[in-house]
């Protein structure tokens, strides 16, 4: 019996009365409730999802659907690491990395490329959507989303929003450059203690970097569409209730495999599909997994 099956045996035990429903999406901010706004943390006594012993067969590496009448119209869900242990080590920053804080140099704190919780194996800073969202007015957000410089990296690493939004940019550290490309595009400078907004008005990825610090990097996701969320800690996340339909849904994450490892230049970014039928009163839980080979 494959490692799924097993997984499939388990996941209602994991979804059931033991276990409390996620609570609603805060409107306010649209695809953040896995960062923190309404998913469980670790201490809310939720348990961690059902991770079982090897996985083999044709199924390797496809996401697995469940769907449910406990949660009508939401999608909801993890993404998993299933690949080697070795690479869901957090990367340890080479000594040649520094970064200028208070006038003096020192070691680039990097946030790690692949973020694993080492208990139930949920990979952070993956970003989750619908291809094809319902038609509805755009919730905005009421401030603007923020990125800062610390310690020559980029915080927070991954981030999503809705088109409209404003991107607010500083630094801690003594300066700071952003070099935006992608959805938007433009380039800056900033000493400590000043701060500069960008609009996001184009829907797409934007990827940030920094002429100073090569192995800087920060994605933020725009979408024209209310239907995304960004895995927090666990791996979860967690979708606005949709109508009964058919939907595809995708997850991204920037890549892990380094073709530069003085540099930390990752090798591509990985994406998968689920596709999910839901009924009339249906939600779904949805496991995303992620292997070595999605970065060969």
């Known amino acids: 019996m494959s490692r799924w099956h097993l997984f ?3 996941l209602p035990l994991a979804l059931g009365c033991s276990r409390p429903a996620l609570p609603p999406a805060n409107s306010d901010k649209p695809g953040q409730q896995a960062k923190g706004d309404s998913v469980p943390g670790p201490n809310s006594g939720v348990q961690p999802v059902p991770h079982t012993v090897e996985k ?3 199924e390797t ?7 449910s009448k406990e949660q009508p119209g939401v999608l909801s869900g993890w993404v998993l690491w299933e690949g080697s242990p ?7 920053t080479p000594s040649e990395h520094t970064t200028w804080v208070g006038g003096k140099q020192v070691p680039a704190q990097l946030s790690p ?13 993956a970003v989750v ?26 915080r927070p690493h991954v981030q999503a929003a809705p088109v409209g939004t404003e991107l607010k940019m500083g630094t801690t550290d003594d300066t700071a450059d952003f070099r935006a490309r992608g959805a938007a595009g433009f380039t800056l400078s900033l000493p400590r203690g000043k701060h500069a907004k960008r609009p996001l008005s184009q829907a797409g990825l934007v990827e940030l970097s920094s002429d100073a ?39 991204w994450h920037e890549g892990w495999r380094l073709k530069e490892p003085q540099r930390l230049t990752v ?25 070595d080979s999605d970065v060969d």
Do not use: C
């Open 86 to 92: 070795e690479l869901a080590k957090e990367p340890k």
């Open 129 to 154: 959507w619908l291809v094809k969202a319902p038609a509805e007015p755009l919730r905005s957000r009421s401030e603007p989303l923020q990125v800062s410089q610390q310690n020559g990296d980029f």
């Open 8 to 10: 499939a045996l388990a």
């Open 113 to 125: 490329r692949l973020e694993v919780h080492q208990a139930n194996k949920g990979v952070a800073n």
């Open 61 to 67: 590496g496809k996401p697995f659907v469940k769907t």
């Open 213 to 251: 610090h090569a192995w800087q990097s920060g994605y933020v996701w725009v979408f024209d569409h209310n239907y995304f969320a960004v895995t927090d800690h666990d791996g979860r996340f967690r979708l606005p209730a949709i109508p009964p339909g058919n939907y595809e849904v995708m997850v």
């Open 267 to 291: 090798t591509h970014h990985v994406q998968k599909r689920a596709s999910v039928k839901l009924a009339e009163g249906d939600g779904a839980t949805i496991l995303f997994p992620l292997l």
């Open 56 to 58: 083999t067969g044709p």
